[in-house]
C-alpha cells in the first residue's frame, strides 16, 4: 500500500458550489408545431436535454462528471433554441414560454425563483452552472490525489478544466449579460457581470494555487513561489473587489460564503508569499530579514479563520509555517545574532501569473427554426 501523499504545501480550493435550480420547461408544448415535425423533435429533444441537465445538478450525491456532461449535452439544443426564436420572433405560442431559476448565491432565508419570459436569463443561468460544475470537478479530483505522482499527473488536467471554467464565466460577463438589454432589477446574482467575473477570478486563482503546488514539489525555487503566491492573493482581492461593486442593495441578499472565502484567501496566500520569500532571502545569508518574513507568515496564518472542511489543510499549512519560524529564529539566536528588521521596511517580490483563461466558443446550435 502505497504511504499516504504529504504535499510541501496545501491546496485550498473552494466548497463545492450550489447549482442554481430551475423548473422544468416543456418546449415542445410552449411552440405551435404539428407534433409530427421537426420542430417538434427538436423541442421535446431539448426539454429532455434540459430535465437531464438539471437532475443531474439536483442529484443528492451529484456525479460532477455527470452534471458537466448533461449540461454540454443541453448546450447545443439550448442554443438551437435560442437561434429558432431570435430568427422566428413572431412563432405562433400555445403558452408562455418562461424560465424560472433560484440563485445558490442568494442568502438562503430569501431563496426565491425568478421567473422571466426570455431567454436570457435560461442561457446565462445555464453557463454558470456549467462553470460551476466545473469548479466542482477540478476540486473532486484534487481531492482524490493521495499521492505525489497522482497530483503530478492530474494537475495538469485540473488546471486546464479550472481555465475553461474561467473562461465561461469571462464569455458570460463579457457577452451574454451586455446581450440582456432589458433585463429587470430583481435577477439572480449570477446574471451580474460582476459576479461572473468574481468566479472567473476565483478558478484562475485555483489554478495558480495549483502551480504553487506543483512548483514546490519540483524544486522551483522560493522566490519564485513568492511572486505566484502573491499573485493568487491579488486575484482574491480583486474577487472582493468585484463583490463590492456588486452594489449595496443586491449584496446585502448574498450568501457569505463567497466573500468570507475569498477573504480568507487573501490571507492566506499572502501568508504563503512571506513564507516563500523568508526561504528566498534565507538562501542568501539574510538571516534577520527571513526571520522577519517568518514571523509575518505566522501571524497571518495564525489568526486566519475558516470553515471546519479546510481545517486539515490549514494545519498542515501551519505546522510548516512554524517550522521554518523556529528554524530560522533559532539560527539566528544561536549562530548568527543578526538584527531582525522591521517587517514593513522589507519588500515583496512582484506578483507573477502563469494561468490566464480559456476562451470560451459556444458549441454550434443543434437547430435553427421551428419549421
Not at 111 to 140: D, F, K, P, R, W
Not at 145 to 172: D, H, M, R, W
Not at 330 to 349: C, G, Q, R, S, T
Request: charged fraction near 20%.
Amino acid at each position: 500500500m502505497a504511504e499516504e501523499w504529504k504535499p510541501k504545501t496545501t491546496v485550498m480550493l473552494l466548497g463545492t458550489a450550489a447549482l442554481p435550480s430551475s423548473k422544468p420547461v416543456e418546449l415542445q408544448r410552449c411552440v405551435a408545431a404539428p407534433s409530427t415535425s421537426n420542430a417538434h423533435y427538436n423541442l421535446a429533444l431539448t426539454s429532455k436535454a434540459r430535465d437531464e441537465f438539471l437532475a443531474a445538478g439536483a442529484a443528492h450525491h451529484p456525479s460532477f462528471t455527470a452534471a458537466k456532461q448533461a449540461c454540454e449535452k443541453y448546450l447545443p439544443l439550448m442554443y438551437g433554441f435560442v437561434e429558432a426564436i431570435e430568427r422566428n420572433p413572431s412563432v405562433r405560442l400555445n403558452a408562455p414560454i418562461n424560465f424560472s431559476w433560484s440563485s445558490p448565491m442568494r442568502d438562503s432565508k430569501k431563496s426565491q425563483l425568478y421567473t422571466c419570459y426570455s431567454h436570457n436569463l435560461e442561457v446565462i443561468m445555464v453557463l454558470m452552472s456549467y462553470g460551476y460544475s466545473m469548479i466542482n470537478l477540478a476540486q473532486s479530483q484534487c481531492r482524490e490525489c493521495t499521492t505525489e505522482q497522482s497530483f503530478n499527473e492530474t494537475a495538469p488536467k485540473i488546471v486546464k478544466l479550472l481555465k475553461e471554467a474561467a473562461g465561461v464565466f469571462t464569455y458570460v460577463a463579457t457577452q451574454e449579460i451586455p446581450r440582456w438589454t432589458d433585463a429587470p432589477p430583481d435577477r439572480p446574482a449570477e446574471t451580474h457581470p460582476n459576479i461572473a467575473e468574481a468566479f472567473a477570478l476565483i478558478a484562475l486563482a485555483a489554478a495558480q494555487e495549483l502551480m504553487v503546488v506543483k512548483g514546490a514539489l519540483t524544486g522551483t525555487s522560493p522566490g519564485i513561489l513568492a511572486k505566484l503566491s502573491r499573485d493568487a492573493s491579488q486575484k482574491y482581492s480583486d474577487v472582493l473587489l468585484r463583490l463590492e461593486a456588486f452594489g449595496k442593495k443586491e449584496k446585502k441578499h448574498l450568501e457569505d460564503d463567497v466573500p468570507d472565502f475569498a477573504k480568507a484567501m487573501v490571507q492566506y496566500h499572502l501568508a504563503m508569499t512571506y513564507k516563500y520569500q523568508g526561504i528566498s532571502v534565507h538562501a542568501t545569508g539574510k538571516i534577520g530579514a527571513s526571520v522577519a518574513y517568518l514571523t509575518k507568515a505566522q501571524a497571518l496564518i495564525k489568526t486566519l479563520s475558516m470553515k471546519s472542511c479546510w481545517k486539515t489543510d490549514l494545519e498542515a499549512a501551519t505546522a510548516e509555517v512554524a517550522h521554518f519560524y523556529r528554524l530560522y529564529t533559532n539560527e539566528n539566536d544561536m549562530i548568527n545574532f543578526d538584527k531582525v528588521p522591521d517587517i514593513k521596511l522589507l519588500e515583496l517580490p512582484e506578483a507573477k501569473s502563469l494561468v490566464q483563461a480559456t476562451t470560451y466558443m459556444p458549441p454550434a446550435p443543434a437547430y435553427n427554426s421551428f419549421a
